[in-house]
């Protein structure tokens, strides 16, 4: 790719620019070190700033679903057969090339998907972090010696899946791609990942630079398609060892169910409906900041958003107040500005998706605090026909309105009074949902009850968003099962082996071979 300083604005033009600068032959499918054009429907991607369409490429279908895992089960072997100092030496390797290629990845992942080019550069930097991790582990995945009676020498290994189908979504594919990756790679898997045909550009350039990094062909394969071509073939198929898959409830379900129905296990990462509880003893000013960051990076198109805002009554108008003229405040505008912070909707589905459910909340009893018309500098311009939401809160969001329980996955924020701790504690769990949530109070044993109380697999106290390729990821009920980071990820991408040794030899199995 040879685009390395930002283009100045986002269009159709500049996307297809940024992407035949990276793709010369055009996009596809990656296996064996190649990208390889599909022959089924045409699939065609929109730039999110502009409403604009910019490229169009061919599904793979279940032909090319088949020739991808046909390589990959031959990368299986070839990388299960090195031993982890090399997997970990060459993971290094990838890493230090995605640290040198990362404002290409930015760039790439901006123009093609409308994510702000700020956002961008921290994300690559983030996958080029988690595989020097995974880097760090892949050579430490050690079994153990088991005592047990009789004269036995006893131990177990742990034997990777062989290949590992990833399943990633469009609001954050490049980032996805690193974490669905590294860790599957370091347990000596090859990893094939599907990502969402609306953004498959940056898993492709990210497979590319493993590639060159060193990683044996068919190890990194990407299954640029549809859901249900490609997409169902791999989850379906007995080649394949484990499915993990980030995206939303419905969808998750769907896969978990096929992949079950050929025996294969699944990893899930789910939606969110997060509750953000704010008392009145809270550093408001920065609570109110730690609130903004919550719902309104990445124009809320998070599955950890702070979509729900439940403020102690006595401090709820005060605190609204602070939060409603911080939103007025954020620079929404072109991803390609450095200095934008929101950036559009990344597909029109989801965009009709989110204003519609902004008019539900409203009719449910929402009083709209911020959001609405487009600003001036948006609406004269270029960029009037993209899919843009402004930050919105929504206030008196009680448990009656639908937003209550109903993930938005756009930067709208329902907010509401409380006046107990176990109101607030019931409030939050009063969602099946249960991936993260955070408490702003300057009461270290309410924080910490707080903490304990709320269903989440992911709960900060007086901060909010901040995660690491280190740290366990994962939820509780509709949000999923499993943990896709951390060490004992590790444990979802290998299988344990026990291994029997005598250390003398046996007696006859039975009386009658005596001798």
Not at 67 to 74: G, H, K, R, T
Not at 119 to 124: N, Q, S
Not at 250 to 264: D, E, F, K, N, S
Request: glycine share 10%.
């Amino acid at each position: 790719m040879s685009t390395t300083t930002a283009p100045t604005s986002s269009s159709a033009a500049t996307a297809r620019a940024v992407l035949d600068a990276a793709f010369p032959a055009g996009l596809g499918a990656f296996l064996d070190g190649r990208t390889v054009t599909g022959s089924g429907e045409a699939i065609t991607l929109t730039a999110a700033a502009t409403g604009e369409p910019f490229a169009t490429y061919a599904d793979p279908g279940t032909e090319g679903a088949n020739a991808i895992l046909e390589s990959s089960v031959a990368g299986a072997t070839t990388w299960g057969e090195m031993n982890g100092f090399e997997r970990a030496a060459i993971l290094r390797n990838v890493s230090r090339a995605v640290e040198a290629h990362a404002e290409e990845l930015a760039i790439l992942e901006s123009a093609t998907t409308g994510k702000p080019i700020r956002d961008a550069r921290v994300e690559a930097a983030k996958v080029a972090e988690m595989f020097g991790y995974y880097a760090g582990w892949a050579d430490k995945l050690t079994g153990q010696t088991i005592p047990v009676p009789g004269p036995w020498h006893t131990y177990t290994e742990r034997v990777p899946w062989g290949v590992v189908v990833a399943i990633t979504p469009w609001n954050a594919p490049l980032f996805t791609a690193g974490w669905n990756s590294a860790a599957p790679l370091a347990a000596g898997n090859a990893v094939i990942i599907k990502p969402s045909e609306f953004t498959p550009a940056s898993t492709i350039r990210l497979a590319q630079l493993a590639h060159e990094a060193g990683l044996p062909d068919g190890v990194f394969n990407v299954a640029a398609g549809l859901g249900q071509t490609v997409g169902a073939a791999l989850t379906s198929d007995r080649r394949v060892g484990k499915v993990s898959f980030i995206g939303s409830v419905p969808t998750g379900r769907r896969v978990a169910v096929a992949a079950a129905q050929a025996g294969i296990p699944a990893l899930l990462e789910l939606g969110g409906k997060s509750a953000n509880i704010v008392f009145a003893d809270a550093d408001l000013e920065r609570a109110a900041d730690g609130a903004i960051a919550a719902i309104f990076s990445g124009a809320g198109q998070s599955c950890v958003a702070g979509s729900r805002l439940l403020v102690e009554r006595s401090v709820h108008a005060q605190f609204v107040e602070l939060v409603a003229d911080r939103a007025a405040r954020l620079r929404v505008g072109d991803p390609l500005r450095a200095d934008t912070e929101v950036g559009p909707i990344i597909t029109a589905q989801q965009f009709a998706t989110v204003t519609s459910l902004i008019e539900v909340g409203m009719n449910d009893g929402g009083r709209r605090v911020t959001g609405g018309t487009l600003p001036d500098a948006l609406a004269d311009s270029a960029l009037a026909r993209g899919h843009w939401v402004m930050p919105t809160l929504l206030d008196g969001v009680t448990p009656q309105n639908r937003l209550e329980t109903t993930e938005v996955f756009g930067p709208v924020v329902g907010a509401d009074a409380f006046d107990t701790e176990a109101e607030a504690i019931a409030r939050a769990n009063n969602t099946n949902f249960g991936l993260a949530g955070a408490v702003w109070t300057s009461d270290v044993s309410r924080a910490h009850h707080v903490a304990r109380q709320v269903k989440a697999g992911t709960f900060w106290i007086n901060s909010y968003k901040t995660i690491h390729v280190a740290v366990p990821f994962g939820g509780f009920g509709d949000s999923g099962h499993g943990r896709s980071s951390g060490p004992g990820v590790l444990d979802e991408y290998t299988q344990t082996k026990a291994i029997w040794v005598p250390t003398r030899a046996a007696g006859a199995p039975f009386p009658s071979l005596s001798y």
